[in-house]
Each structure stands twice: as structure tokens, then as C-alpha cells.
């Protein structure tokens, strides 16, 4: 009897379990349209090709739902971690507007995102600011403007070494703590292909290299490092210092052998013992200093080649530039003043196209079919007969820059 009322209560036991179960589903169907309509009630669930999220919205939130796919999720974390180039650049004197030029052609032509260091006696800086204020295209670079600054005991030996404030730069692994790599130039630089190409090089450099520089000469015949030197000097013609790619981390660390001391010396230690032992012997300044610091470490320098650093030497006794003649020029440097006198036309028409050119024009119309005409009129120099090598590279980065252009379209 006993058995029997155990096995009628677990049968109504069952029963009522299915009954429940029953109305549960129910309850669910009639509910669920009512659920997938609210916004507020997405559907979360990880892609099986490649582990991203989905976000899918309901019926009602379609029509703005926002799908993240796995690429997406890539493109938008690379975009966050990239890596701003750092140029820096020393401003003295009458130096403004051709430094606002220079920047002005780095700005035009690059990729990523510029971050300039402008170091530039006090009364240029608000005639800096206003000026790089007023630049269109102002989320393609952010600036600080710096002080010129020397170690105290020493200032006014090392303001007065070459030109006003060049020495700078041998300062600025010491001042730029928290900056990993840089591009130093002059102020008398004009990129014509984007910064980006020469920042590559970084990664280029092998696990001994601290810095990257262009030869002073390529025919040593009319080379002046190994004609009047009086002082040890890189490789063998020398280097030029006015476009520097540096590591300046490894330049912190390393230690330098040199011809003062049987110790090797870090950079912050090397400098001022160098300048007293060579300042009577010493011409070009802090180029100089380098030259001699690189000789005793040779395996510490990566060189590019002539193109990117490209002067009227290479052309005023004869074109002797050989990478330019077949790719053209990457970066021009009119040292000597010639932007602004009549003694190089070619490299002032240059410097002059983009001065005037504004940001928005036609770079076509504007800035490289004017400036063909203008280094047609020059071929009674030795540069201007080679005219071509002026444009050979900045056609190709004006079409580069169009077809990037298209393509973000």
C-alpha cells in the first residue's frame, strides 16, 4: 500500500513539473518579439572566424547598429599605438620664416603624425606660435617651443662655437629625456618625400648604431674634411650634420671611446672635453665635435645616402649625386644662404614654391607646375642643368599623396 501512495505521488510530482515547464515556455514565446524589439536587449556572442565581437542589436536598433569585426578591432588599436616621428629643429637670429618652411614641408607631405620641438631664442616664440597657429592641416603635428639652454658653466663657449645656438643639438639626448628617437635638421631643410621615409630607417639600424648621417662629400677631390681638416673626421670625406636621425635612448646609454681617456665616456661627459681639446682646431662646430666622436666609433653610425641630405656641393662643380640623378631629391638643404640670394636659383625656386604655397591648393597647379618653369629658368647654372633631380621625387610625392587621398574616399 505504502509503495503505491509513493509511486502516485511521484507521478503527480512529474506532472507538475511538465505543467510548470509548459507554461515557462509559453511565457518566453510570448515575450521574446516583445524583448528582440528593445534596444535595450542586444545579443552578445564572439565571432568563430576570428574572436572579435558582434554587436547585433534587435529589430528596432538595426538601422544604427554598429558591427565590430575582428580587422576593425586591429586598424583602431594600431591607429591608437602609433608612433609619432619627433623633429626637432634650433632657431637663432633671423631664422623664423625659413624654419616656419621647413616645417611647413614636413607637414605637407607626411603620413603620421608630427610631434616638432622647436628650440628658438625667447623673442621668436610668439612670432613661432602665431605663425604655426595659423597653419592649416593643424591635426597633422602638435609643437613645443624650448629655450635655447647650454650647461651653466659652459653657455656662452658653447653659444658662440659655430653659428648662434647650432651647438644645440649636441644637447638634446640630455634635454628630451623622455623622447626614444628623433630627427634633428637644420633650420635650412626642405622635405620633398614624407618624413615618414627617413624615420624607416630606425629600423634599420643594426644593435651598435646610435645615429644616422649623410656623407659631407661624395668626390673626395673637392671634399673639405679630407683636404683641410685638422682633426680626426668620419670615414673619408666626413659627415654632415644638418639632417640627424638619432636613437637618442642608445645615445644615453652607450659609452664612447675616444682619444682623451683610456675610459669610455658617456655622451653627457664626452662633450666638454672634447670641445677644449680640439676648439682651436675645430671649423664647422658641433659637425666637427661629431665627426670626431664618430670616428673613434665608426660602428656606431648608420649612413644614408646623398640624396637625403642634398647641398650645392653636389652640384655647383658638377653633378656628383649619383642616387639623385636616378631617383631625385629626398631632403634639400641650401646651406650657404642660397634660399635667399641669386648664387643658387634653383635652390632658392624650391625654397620660394613652397614658402608661398597654401595649404588646400592644388599641389599640381600650384606648387609643381610653377616651380618646373621657375628651375627652367636656372639652366645657366650647374644645378639648374639637372634640373630635373629638384622634381624627380616631388612629382612622385604629390601622386602619392593623391592616390592616398582616393583611396580614403
Known amino acids: 500500500m505504502r509503495r503505491l501512495v509513493r509511486v502516485a505521488l511521484l507521478c503527480l510530482g512529474c506532472g507538475l513539473c511538465s505543467l510548470l515547464y509548459a507554461f515557462r515556455q509559453l511565457s518566453l514565446e510570448q515575450e521574446a518579439p516583445r524583448r528582440r524589439g528593445d534596444p535595450a536587449f542586444p545579443v552578445r556572442r564572439q565571432l568563430s572566424d576570428g574572436g572579435g565581437w558582434r554587436a547585433v542589436a534587435g529589430s528596432a536598433g538595426r538601422r544604427d547598429r554598429r558591427l565590430l569585426l575582428p580587422s576593425e578591432r586591429y586598424d583602431s588599436v ?53 605663425m604655426l597657429d595659423g597653419l592649416a592641416y593643424q591635426g597633422k603635428f602638435n609643437y613645443t ?11 656662452v663657449e658653447w653659444k658662440k662655437l659655430f653659428k648662434p645656438c647650432a651647438s644645440q643639438r649636441l644637447f638634446l639626448p640630455l634635454i628630451l629625456r623622455d623622447v626614444d628617437s628623433l630627427l634633428y635638421v637644420d633650420t ?22 646610435i645615429a644616422a648621417m649623410a656623407p659631407e662629400h661624395e668626390e673626395p677631390r673637392i671634399g673639405w674634411y679630407n683636404r683641410f681638416a685638422r682633426h680626426p673626421y668620419y670615414g673619408k670625406t666626413g659627415i654632415n650634420s644638418g639632417v640627424m636621425l638619432m636613437n637618442m635612448t642608445r645615445i644615453r646609454r652607450k659609452y664612447f671611446k675616444n682619444d682623451m681617456t683610456t675610459a669610455r665616456l658617456r655622451w653627457e661627459e664626452i662633450l666638454m672635453p672634447l670641445l677644449k681639446k680640439y676648439k682651436l682646431n675645430i671649423t664647422w662646430g658641433d659637425q666637427d665635435l661629431l665627426n670626431i666622436m664618430f670616428f673613434h666609433n665608426p660602428e656606431s653610425l648608420f649612413v644614408f645616402p ?5 647641398r650645392p656641393d653636389h652640384c655647383i662643380y658638377g653633378s656628383n649625386c649619383q642616387q639623385s640623378e636616378k631617383e631625385g631629391i629626398f631632403i634639400l638643404h641650401g646651406n650657404r644662404g642660397v634660399y635667399h640670394d641669386d648664387k643658387q636659383p634653383a635652390f632658392r625656386a624650391v625654397y620660394e614654391a613652397i614658402k608661398y604655397y597654401s595649404f588646400g591648393d592644388n599641389l599640381v597647379h600650384s606648387l609643381l607646375l610653377p616651380l618646373e618653369l621657375e628651375l627652367q629658368k636656372t639652366q645657366h647654372t650647374y644645378c639648374g642643368r639637372i634640373y630635373k633631380v629638384f622634381i624627380k621625387q616631388l612629382t612622385k610625392s604629390i601622386r602619392d599623396i593623391y592616390d592616398r587621398r582616393s583611396k580614403e574616399r
Not at 145 to 155: D, K, M, Q, R, V
Not at 188 to 209: A, C, E, G, H, T
Not at 306 to 310: A, K, L, R, S, T
Request: glycine content about 2%.
Open 145 to 155: 617651443l624650448y629655450p635655447i639652454s647650454f650647461p651653466t658653466e659652459n653657455a
Open 188 to 209: 635650412d631643410i626642405l622635405f620633398l618625400r614624407p618624413v615618414d621615409d627617413i624615420w624607416s630607417f630606425l629600423k634599420k639600424f643594426n644593435s651598435s648604431q
Open 78 to 130: 594600431k591607429a591608437l599605438s602609433s608612433e609619432k616621428m619627433h623633429l626637432a629643429v634650433v632657431a637663432c637670429g633671423e631664422r623664423l620664416e625659413e624654419t616656419v618652411t621647413m616645417l611647413k614641408s614636413a607637414i605637407i607631405f607626411s603620413i603620421k603624425h608630427l610631434q616638432f620641438h622647436i628650440f628658438a631664442e625667447d623673442p621668436l616664440h610668439r612670432d613661432f606660435q602665431v
Open 306 to 310: 646623398c640624396q637625403w641630405n642634398y
